[in-house]
């Protein structure tokens, strides 16, 4: 009878382990997974009690879900067994395939440990096979159906018809745990998916957040921003500028695009911008206007990297300091400028001088290097030589001066070169060394110097006593701006005080020097008219030479006692004047 009736159970069991494992596929979360697993167990399975034991992040096992016993389900879901309980518990008993059965007669030596299990009662078996309260049988779960990767264990009690299961029970038992890991597993998965997703929309709103916040700064920003493209053909190039930058340098948003910064700088700021585009950190420096005028800024970059790729944007914020500029172009022009004048003061005019002259003199002859140079088309001028010297001793600096035709006033053309080559280690000096040309006009050997033409008025106090302070000042005034007029544009008009004048012009021959101080006295001569009334100057000139090896007071003492010479040597009436 009994094995007639074999194949209807099996299809029975069949039937309810499929809608057992249908079930597993409708859960929407990974709670409801489990806790589905655990009914399945009681409603397709026989069994009057299903316990789904998950293991954690720290590899313990919880009980996630319970079926058959509300008062099981209260006293241990939520609990945590140690890994190694378990893994001992999967280790002990019999074998029946993936189950593990663990009978009374050895499962007493499980009840103190920490895995979460509950306590029945009943009489011994009356027959082999019979189920005892206290026999245990677990069906782990691996990961992908069969795998080393434990994902929790099924524990099951009281079989219904109260006989352990056999070969087909234990056969269908392992098979719905099985499914049951595939289950939970993709249950898993889209959990993770789905935190993932929520972690994503969060970032993404967290992001367009951010982007409308940097939107809104940089767009209304009340200075200038901009981002400027970093590498590759477009280096520097301007993506994208703000509202206050473009009126500050009065173009439009598409018209800065077609620019980068270094279009726009003065050309003498380039290589601040450059250095400044490449580390980052802060300058100031000049941005052309579209009307052609410059006008003074604070650039302030931060270059955006890319982790994968290195830098790629530089967000470059520009403020306006025109007006601050200003202000301290006006300070240091009050502190080296005449006040009454305009003119350069005597510390500018020290400063200026200084920059010429270094602490070592120079005897002239010509070299081998000379006449190579002559030879082949070269240096023009003299060249100078001191065998051992190094080209670098006594260097008090250059100010490098700006050339032009003629020579020029604080650096230019005059005095000698030393064009030292680097031939046995010496290296090469470029310092403009100043020689002083032969005084005597008669004999001039072509050298040209720098003239030191020091300018005493003759007559000034007296119009000062006469007439007041104002007329005086009114007399220097228009003295410097005849000054001024008789010279070149490069060369230096000083106010050393008083009715003391300094001018330094560079690249003149002693014929030269002389020349100009005669033009400057006849152009200091004429009246001077002042309130109505014609006053008259004259003016006295001495004429020294800057030289290396002079300090600047040599220099100028230099001139100084020549034109007290030269005002002693002509007579009264021609320095009379009133």
């Given at each position: 009878?009994e094995t007639?009736?074999?194949?209807y ?21 990974l ?17 009057e009690?299903?316990c ?14 319970f079926?058959?016993s ?12 140690s890994?190694a ?8 008993g ?5 189950l593990r059965?663990?009978?009374?007669t050895e499962?007493?030596?499980?009840l103190?440990?920490?895995v979460?299990q509950?306590?029945t009662?009943?009489?011994d ?8 309260p206290?026999?245990?049988l677990?069906?782990?779960m691996?990961?992908s159906?069969?795998g ?7 524990s099951?009690?009281?079989p ?11 056969e269908?038992?392992?098979?719905y ?6 289950a ?5 998965l889209?959990?993770?998916m789905?935190?993932?997703?929520v972690?994503?929309e969060?970032?993404?709103?967290a ?12 767009e ?8 400027a ?10 993506l ?13 948003a ?23 585009s490449?580390?980052g950190?802060?300058a ?5 206007r ?7 800024a ?12 290195g830098p790629?944007?530089?967000?470059t914020?520009?403020?306006d300091?025109?007006?601050r ?5 006006q300070?240091?022009?009050r502190?080296?400028?005449d006040?009454?004048t305009?003119l350069?003061?005597?510390?500018e005019?020290r400063s200026?001088l ?9 005897a ?14 070269g240096?023009e ?5 001191e065998?051992?010297?190094?080209a ?9 001066y ?5 020579g ?6 005059g ?9 046995g280690?010496?290296?090469l ?12 006009p008669e004999a001039?050997d072509?050298?040209k ?16 006593d006469?007439?007041?302070?104002n007329t005086?000042?009114a007399?220097l ?6 000054l001024t007029t008789?010279?070149?544009d ?6 050393l ?6 001018v330094?012009?560079?690249?003149l021959?002693?014929?030269?020097a002389?020349?100009l ?20 100057v ?5 004429i ?9 007071e ?9 034109m ?5 040597s ?9």
């Amino acid at each position: 009878m009994e094995t007639e009736s074999e194949p209807y159970v099996r299809l029975a069991t069949l039937r309810q382990l499929h809608e057992a494992v249908a079930e597993l596929n409708t859960a929407r979360s990974l709670a409801d997974t489990l806790q589905t697993v655990a009914d399945g167990v009681v409603t397709g399975l026989g069994y009057e009690l299903a316990c789904v034991n998950v293991v954690q992040a720290d590899g313990d096992l919880v009980v996630a879900a319970f079926a058959g016993s509300t008062a099981a389900e209260a006293l241990i879901t939520g609990r945590v067994g140690s890994r190694a309980s378990w893994e001992r518990r999967l280790l002990m008993g019999e074998s029946w395939g993936e189950l593990r059965f663990i009978p009374h007669t050895e499962g007493w030596v499980l009840l103190e440990d920490d895995v979460p299990q509950w306590y029945t009662e009943g009489p011994d078996p009356r027959f082999e096979d019979e189920w005892h309260p206290q026999d245990r049988l677990y069906a782990p779960m691996y990961a992908s159906g069969g795998g080393s990767e434990l994902l929790g264990v099924i524990s099951v009690d009281r079989p219904r018809g109260g006989r352990r299961p056999g070969p087909w029970g234990q056969e269908a038992l392992q098979m719905y745990a099985s499914q049951a890991a595939i289950a939970i597993s993709n249950a898993r998965l889209r959990a993770n998916m789905q935190r993932a997703l929520v972690r994503l929309e969060r970032e993404q709103q967290a992001l367009r957040a951010s982007e409308e916040s940097f939107r809104q700064a940089f767009e209304y920003a009340p200075s200038g921003m901009a981002i400027a493209e970093m590498g590759g053909d477009q280096h520097g190039r301007l993506l994208r500028t703000n509202d206050a930058l473009c009126r500050l340098l009065g173009r439009p948003a598409s018209a800065m695009r077609r620019h980068s910064f270094s279009d726009l700088v003065h050309p003498e700021d380039i290589g601040t911008l450059l250095r400044t585009s490449a580390e980052g950190g802060r300058a100031e420096l000049r941005l052309l206007r579209r009307d052609g005028t410059y006008v003074w800024a604070s650039l302030r970059n931060s270059v955006v990297a890319d982790t994968a790729d290195g830098p790629r944007f530089l967000l470059t914020h520009v403020e306006d300091i025109e007006e601050r500029k200003s202000r301290e172009l006006q300070l240091a022009h009050r502190a080296s400028h005449d006040s009454l004048t305009g003119l350069p003061n005597s510390a500018e005019l020290r400063s200026r001088l200084s920059a010429r002259l270094c602490s070592r003199p120079h005897a002239m002859r010509e070299t081998a290097v000379e006449a190579l140079d002559a030879a082949y088309g070269g240096y023009e001028g003299t060249v100078l030589y001191e065998p051992g010297y190094d080209a670098y001793d006594g260097y008090d600096g250059y100010d490098q001066y700006e050339e032009r035709g003629g020579g020029q006033g604080g650096g230019g053309q005059g005095g000698a070169r030393s064009v030292v080559p680097a031939v046995g280690g010496v290296p090469l000096d470029h310092h403009v060394h100043m020689v002083a040309p032969n005084d005597d006009p008669e004999a001039d050997d072509g050298t040209k110097g720098l003239a030191v033409l020091f300018c005493d008025l003759d007559g000034f106090k007296s119009i000062n006593d006469r007439f007041g302070h104002n007329t005086g000042d009114a007399v220097l005034i228009e003295v410097a701006r005849r000054l001024t007029t008789g010279v070149r544009d490069g060369d230096t008009v000083a106010r050393l005080g008083g009715d003391e004048f300094v001018v330094l012009a560079d690249g003149l021959g002693s014929a030269d020097a002389a020349d100009l101080a005669v033009r400057l006295r006849n152009a200091i001569i004429p009246p001077i008219r002042v309130d109505g009334r014609a006053v008259r100057v004259g003016a006295s000139f001495g004429i020294s030479w800057a030289s290396c090896g002079m300090s600047v007071e040599e220099v100028l003492q230099s001139a100084d006692q020549r034109m007290y010479i030269e005002k002693r040597s002509r007579s009264k009436v021609h320095r009379r004047a009133g």
